[in-house]
């Protein structure tokens, strides 16, 4: 906090911007409280978008090893060219789906679309040419387009945003999860290959099809939509995250005087629906967030779609390379969580993104080097860590300058937002599809350098966005401390860092 003498300001500093009767609960029963939240929320969208993850490319890439390529007699590009149908796909329906679940309920958008992609990935099993692959997986990214914004959007109209980035890293853990857990599904499965005149390939794609549709029903269920509507919490509790929610944000700045006065960063709702789309369109925040995501997005991709194809080129075996892949992803799913819990805690973001950033860099310069395969196989474990730690932290900043950015506030404003990002870093995965070719193989020369580019420009992004920010908070500040209370009320915006 801001002394009187004005010598010291706390670089997390809560601003309460509603004056209102409001519900106080002691730090014993607001641990109790959001402990009852996440037990009923957390376990279910964790095993939902676990699923999600394994669908949307974990399986694609252990098929491949277990006879996809030979059976469909896929050459060249072709399986690129299947595995970017389903992003393109994803990106151009991202912005349509998010839109909808604000009209619609959570708990059966969800599992409705959760279903929809079950049902394609089970039938995915029984294609026998490439047409039938690209068409499936068109309709897959189709599918699923819309869940991982929902996801997102669902868990930021639940929790504040300073508790907002460690349930989001449980959610994106999912990404690190799912690989693990694929690469074990796979090497189980791959003893099932030619049972019922089906290769193992086919049995990736139809177990997990069933496993997807059984969950789907099971969340339909289980799932609450909104605080105000859930019927697991008494009135003051739903009050208590609702004021949480709304009347409070963390302010990642220091200055040396002055006052700040509240902020009130309440649900906008002037214009119609479609003007405050056009609100988030145009506003910069949105694009430099969905460029930093982009950056990030390639390079997990790549790392993620090609990683047992990259450790079967070290020389292991098929069965081998999938069990090889299992303790990577467990490392990156720990590391994932212990960053998004200090960062939630320490109520900082930049630091984080660029040490993710740094760390991915240093595993793919291993990777194009002549190190032994050991070193390699440690390269690997640092690229796939860095990655997936670096992106809940960027999706936790973006999700928290949304909640403070002056026209970004809304729920309309908000979900646009959020799905031009997340559809924006699509187009990443689209680049990472195509960079790791037949022709490079098993060097992947290319692909690698691509990938560093990739980072290499994203840490240069993040310190800009982060300088931008920090003169816009400077500034907003001295503007603040110049004028009257009522006067800076209105104008002061502060960013988190």
């Known amino acids: 906090m801001l002394d009187k003498n004005g010598v010291t300001f706390c670089s997390t500093a809560v601003l309460n911007v509603q004056e209102r ?27 939902m978008s676990l699923l999600s993850f394994m669908d949307r490319g974990e399986c694609s890439c252990n098929a491949k090893l277990e006879g996809l390529m030979t059976q469909l007699h896929l050459t060249g590009s072709q399986f690129n060219v299947a595995l970017v149908s389903q992003i393109m796909t994803n990106t151009q329906h991202t912005l349509l789906r ?10 059966g958008w969800l599992p409705g679309i959760m279903f929809a992609w079950g049902t394609t990935m089970m039938l995915m099993g029984f294609v026998r040419s490439y047409p039938q692959l690209v068409a499936m997986r068109f ?21 504040p945003t300073y508790k907002l980035i460690y349930r989001i890293a449980l959610f994106g853990s999912a990404v690190a999860a799912a690989g693990a857990v694929s690469g074990l599904l796979a090497y189980a499965i791959g003893f ?11 049995w990736v794609f139809i177990i997990q099809g069933l496993a997807t549709i059984v969950v789907c029903l099971v969340a339909a269920f289980v799932l609450v939509d909104y605080p105000n509507t859930a019927k697991f919490l008494n009135a003051e509790e739903k009050q208590f995250i609702e004021q949480q929610r709304s009347t409070y944000v963390f302010i990642s700045l220091c200055v040396s005087h002055g006052s700040i006065p509240a902020i009130d960063i309440e649900d906008g709702g002037e214009g119609s629906v479609s003007q ?15 460029f930093l995501l ?6 997990a991709h790549g790392i993620t779609l090609f990683l047992p194809t990259i450790m079967n080129n070290f020389g292991y075996d098929v069965p081998i390379s999938q069990l090889l892949t299992v303790p990577v992803y467990v490392a990156a799913t720990i590391s994932m969580i212990s960053v998004a819990h200090f960062s939630d805690t320490m109520k900082i973001r930049f630091p984080f993104i660029i040490a993710a950033e740094f760390v991915g860099l240093v595993g793919y310069i291993i990777q194009i080097t002549d190190a032994s395969t050991g070193v390699k196989c440690f390269g690997t474990y640092l690229v796939v860590i860095g990655v997936h730690t670096g992106i809940p932290c960027t999706i936790g900043w973006q999700v928290i300058l949304f909640a403070l950015a002056n026209n970004l506030r809304g729920k309309y404003k908000r979900a646009a937002g959020m799905a031009i990002q997340i559809g924006m870093s699509n187009f990443g995965g689209i680049v990472a599809s195509n960079i790791f070719r037949t022709q490079d193989d098993p060097r992947y020369t290319l692909g690698f350098a691509i990938e560093i580019g990739f980072l290499c420009t994203g840490l240069i992004v993040a310190v800009f966005s982060a300088y931008a920010y920090h003169r816009a908070n400077t500034a907003r500040i001295a503007r603040a401390m110049r004028d009257e209370m009522n006067e800076a009320k209105r104008v002061v ?3 988190v860092i």
């Open 98 to 107: 998010k839109l909808n679940i604000v009209r619609i309920l959570c708990s």
């Open 139 to 159: 309709l897959l990214g189709m599918a699923e387009a819309g869940f991982h914004p929902g996801v997102i959007f669902y868990l930021s109209m639940w929790y």
């Open 294 to 299: 982009m950056l990030w997005d390639a390079p």
């Open 192 to 202: 099932m290959n030619t049972v019922g005149h089906f290769e193992g390939w086919s």
């Open 493 to 495: 915006d502060l960013y």
């Open 21 to 47: 009767a409001q519900i106080h609960l002691g730090p014993e029963q607001e641990r109790k409280l959001w402990r009852k939240v996440d037990l009923r929320l957390l376990p279910m969208v964790f095993f």
């Open 276 to 290: 405050r789309i056009l609100t988030a369109i145009t506003d910069w925040q949105v694009w430099a967030m969905a």
